[in-house]
């Protein structure tokens, strides 16, 4: 010691909590993602740790989350019309072009929400246009069923076939007079 004294003997006394472990496993829909999980936003599946702190003097608390992201059940039709045939209308809202439309299908069991997907492809008309020139001792000019006797531009619509899209037709048709050599 010192001067002369005896030395001090301190007994210190640790005693070591375990950390607490706080586990939590769930399950959720992809629609319910981004999830929020003690102050966390989280927005895809997979594991998640974070702390917590004490307030009553014991040991923190070491949270996990181990989260699984169920995928939405998808049901995907592709439609092809002609652009005549728009507005479309689906799952009662109207369409009026090409592209992907989605209907959720809400569930109230507990299960997933579904979508209903459609691919819309819509097709022009098919556009003939052609011009032709001949002389008049060739009329009547046959033309889709018509005897056309006169220069002119005709037009008209052929229906489509086994699905196909109308097509427009269009003729300028020039008749040449004929040329009398005397």
Same mark, same amino acid.
């Given at each position: ?82 652009? $005549? ?12 072009? $090409? #592209? ?55 037009? #008209? ?26």
């Amino acid at each position: 010691g010192i001067n002369g004294s005896c030395d001090t003997i301190v007994t210190l006394s640790v005693t070591i909590r375990p950390l607490n472990y706080d586990t939590l496993q769930i399950s959720i829909c992809q629609n319910d993602l981004p999830y929020i999980w003690k102050g966390l936003r989280i927005d895809s599946e997979g594991t998640y740790n974070t702390s917590t702190k004490s307030n009553t003097g014991s040991c923190d608390t070491l949270n996990t989350l181990l989260l699984t992201v169920k995928r939405l059940p998808a049901d995907t039709t592709t439609v092809t019309i002609c652009i $005549s045939e728009l507005p479309y209308t689906w799952k009662n809202k109207t369409i009026n072009g $090409s #592209g992907f439309y989605t209907d959720t299908i809400r569930k109230n069991d507990g299960e997933c929400d579904s979508l209903n997907i459609l691919h819309l492809i819509v097709t022009d008309l098919i556009f003939n246009y052609s011009t032709i020139s001949i002389c008049s001792n060739e009329l009547p000019y046959l033309w889709y069923g018509l005897e056309l006797i006169n220069s002119g531009y005709y037009t #008209g619509t052929l229906e489509g076939q086994n699905g196909a899209c109308d097509t427009v037709i269009a003729l300028n048709l020039i008749v040449k007079n004929l040329i009398y050599d005397t």
